[in-house]
């Protein structure tokens, strides 16, 4: 069965140093992976997505991932933090053929001065 | 263009009265799902429609949870009899079609609580 692990419950960084939101997952087979961003009392905005083409995915606000099949890892980064990326953070994977997301428990991101 | 919209934003009851949660999908998009987030918890999948094709159930939590759409457009979701645990903010996503690398979009959520 596929899933996703978040390996950290909360990340605190400060303002311009990097970013890292570390996610494995498991899958039998070649997965569809997503990153998607949940702001204080809005819904998730997608962040970037991974579906079998290249390894290092490039998202919106400056984010990236790669994709490692060797280390079944699927991290995110971003090079410098903004207080603006203040925000939960949650790493999926889609499971099934119909589009069925598994959600990581997330990542509390926070941004400090 | 337009994202998915969800009304109410905001919903207060009383434990055991009927509430109904609506999602209006982006334009276009023939799929679409609900979720359930509890306080501090990631989403719990709760159930799918594509198109007019009979919609996967399989998460809802209970018989008291119920969820309508017709063709390919909004959506209701229905808790009846609720209970203070149906506390939760309840999120509503549709996508293009319903596929694996397919992205879904979300609206904002109803935030709902039982007193």
């Known amino acids: 069965a596929q899933s996703v692990t978040q390996l950290d419950s909360h990340v605190s960084v400060s303002e311009g140093t990097p970013v890292l939101l570390r996610c494995n997952y498991s899958?039998?087979?070649?997965?569809?992976l997503f990153w998607y961003v949940q702001h204080p009392n809005k819904g998730l905005q997608l962040l970037l997505k991974?579906?079998?083409?290249?390894?290092l995915v490039k998202g919106i606000n400056g984010f990236e991932a790669e994709f490692k099949k060797s280390e079944t890892s699927f991290h995110l980064t971003k090079p410098s933090a903004h207080m603006s990326d203040a925000a939960e953070y949650f790493c999926?994977?889609?499971?099934?053929?119909?589009?069925?997301?598994?959600f990581g428990a997330g990542t509390q991101v926070v941004v400090t001065p | 263009g337009a994202g998915v919209s969800q009304s109410p934003s905001n919903k207060v009851t009383e434990k055991g009265k009927d509430v109904e949660l609506r999602c209006d999908p982006i334009?276009?998009?023939?799929?679409l799902y609900w979720y359930r987030q509890r306080l501090g918890q990631g989403l719990e999948f709760l159930i799918y429609f594509q198109g007019n094709s009979a919609p996967d159930k399989s998460g809802l939590p209970s018989d008291r949870f119920s969820a309508e759409r017709t063709g390919e457009s909004v959506s209701t979701l229905t808790i009846q009899r609720t209970q203070q645990e149906d506390s939760a903010v309840y999120l509503c996503?549709?996508?293009?079609?319903?596929?694996?690398?397919?992205?879904?979009?979300f609206g904002d959520g109803t935030r709902l609580s039982i007193l």
């Open positions: 999926v994977v889609s499971v099934g053929s119909w589009g069925k997301l598994q």
């Open positions: 996503a549709s996508s293009l079609e319903g596929t694996s690398n397919q992205p879904q979009h």
């Open positions: 334009s276009g998009h023939t799929a």
């Open positions: 899958s039998s087979y070649s997965p569809s």
């Open positions: 991974y579906t079998s083409a290249a390894t």
